[in-house]
């Protein structure tokens, strides 16, 4: 018997859900990453009656700050959720890049017609980090675990000292370097001579962006109440250039007149957010009107460690500016053939980097009325593997808002040096 020809088919963005992005040590500083993950997916489930055996044909989704609870993070909360439990669910991590690559896995089994509908997503709670065992305490306990007699266990555990009760606390932190993610961003917003001005501008943007669609009800179908909050609570809706201009620079402090603050940065959030992508045929069964289709999608990474990193060009978070152009290439666009343009805020010293890098490369400018129209993630927060699907659901409904044909694009940078970049379209 031959094997089964496998069709290729275009992905249908169905719709999404998230609970409200919270600053960590706040509203959900004691919420997990699953209980968290489980609201957005019950969310999700209820809106689009998704409870039925077979509604889904998987779950992928993940974390990056994840305990050791959480180590099939994707099959548990689909255990505790209101799908059906004979969901198959898998994890995914690729630092802040998560969500979407999430997003992308699911859909190349869909446009293959290897299962008709799935859920992609992430959560992560800065709030609830996981603390190690002090490595040398761990070495101790190994060696007593290992020893054959009482008298062995008795000789490791005598090796314990006050310093071995000290846990090793996560670090924001990239290991080849030992340079947060911010100080990183400095060293190439210094490198692409990017001002305090332009960034704070980018910024208060971002915030009166966010509230202006919370406003008009934009996110009424995409916002799940969770633990009292509504909407995110790092939307500052009055925020100006010149308040901006108070706050003190918190990043690249080693070098004169640092531009970087804690208001054109992204806080440390907790949050969690899901996406519905489905095949056309099966959005069309359950009378669905899908928002927008999945078109192309991209990934690139850069040296930030031995590359031309004092130059700008491959620094931590500069993977987009390799991966846009490529995947334009492939599709055959141009920056001028997007209504929408959607650039994870991880900084806003990085999107103007990337929007430098990609005129650069010749790609042309991005009118600012089509960036990040919804706000993000300065405003909404960035909770590690949430944001991708925050953006894909929310870029999804701005296109379904146009009622024609439409595309937007997907920027997101990642810890590691790495992008992650999609298109979606609406015919």
């Known amino acids: 018997m031959s094997p089964q020809k496998m069709s ?16 960590s040590d706040g ?25 039925e055996p077979g509604a889904v044909g998987e779950f992928v989704a993940g974390a990056v ?41 699911a859909a190349n089994k869909i446009t293959l017609g290897q299962t008709e509908s799935a859920v992609a997503g992430g959560a992560d709670t800065a709030s609830d980090a996981p603390l190690g065992v002090n490595d040398s305490l761990r070495r101790i306990l190994l060696q007593a675990r290992r020893a054959k007699s009482l008298g062995g266990r008795v000789k490791a555990l005598a090796k314990v000292r006050p310093g071995h009760l000290v846990p090793d606390i996560p670090r924001n932190a990239e290991p080849r370097t030992g340079l947060s993610m911010g100080e990183h961003a400095a060293v190439t917003a210094r490198a692409r001579g990017i001002g305090r001005a332009a960034q704070d501008e980018l910024a208060a943007v971002s915030h009166q962006r966010l509230a202006a669609a919370y406003e008009r009800g934009f996110f009424q179908d995409l916002v799940i109440p969770f633990r009292g909050l509504a909407r995110d609570q790092n939307l500052r809706p009055g925020s100006t250039t010149e308040k901006l201009a108070s706050l003190k620079p918190v990043f690249g402090l080693d070098h004169p007149d640092p531009t970087m603050t804690a208001g054109n940065s992204t806080p440390l959030t907790d949050g969690a957010a899901t996406v519905l992508l489905a095949s056309e045929e099966w959005a069309r069964e359950r009378g669905l009107e899908p928002l927008a289709y999945l078109t192309a999608y991209e990934t690139a ?19 987009p500016a390799y991966a846009v152009p490529r995947m334009l290439e492939r599709a055959g ?67 379904a808002e146009r009622d024609a044909p439409a595309r937007g694009l997907i920027s997101i940078c990642a810890a590691g040096g790495q992008g992650v970049t999609a298109i979606l379209e609406r015919a």
């Open 8 to 23: 290729v088919r275009r992905v249908a963005v169905v719709g999404g859900a998230r609970i409200p992005f919270a600053r």
């Open 27 to 51: 509203p959900y500083a004691t919420a997990s990453n699953q209980q968290m993950l489980t609201a957005a997916l019950d969310g999700l489930v209820e809106r689009y009656g998704l409870q």
């Open 65 to 105: 700050l994840k305990h050791s609870r959480d180590f099939n993070l994707a099959r548990e909360t689909v255990l505790g959720s209101k799908l059906h439990p004979a969901t198959p669910a898998y994890d995914i991590q690729q630092a802040c890049g998560t969500g979407l690559q999430a997003v992308i896995a």
């Open 301 to 319: 990474a850069v040296d930030f460690v031995g590359g031309d990193v004092t130059g700008g060009e491959d620094g931590l978070l500069m993977a």
């Open 333 to 399: 666009l141009g920056l001028a053939d997007f209504d929408l343009v959607e650039i994870h805020e991880a900084f806003a010293s990085q999107v103007l980097a990337t929007l430098a890098a990609w005129e650069k490369r010749g790609l042309g400018t991005v009118d600012r009325a089509r960036l990040n129209v919804a706000g993000s993630s300065l405003a909404t927060g960035h909770p590690f593997a949430a944001t991708g699907a925050r953006i894909v659901a929310t870029l999804a409904k701005l296109l």
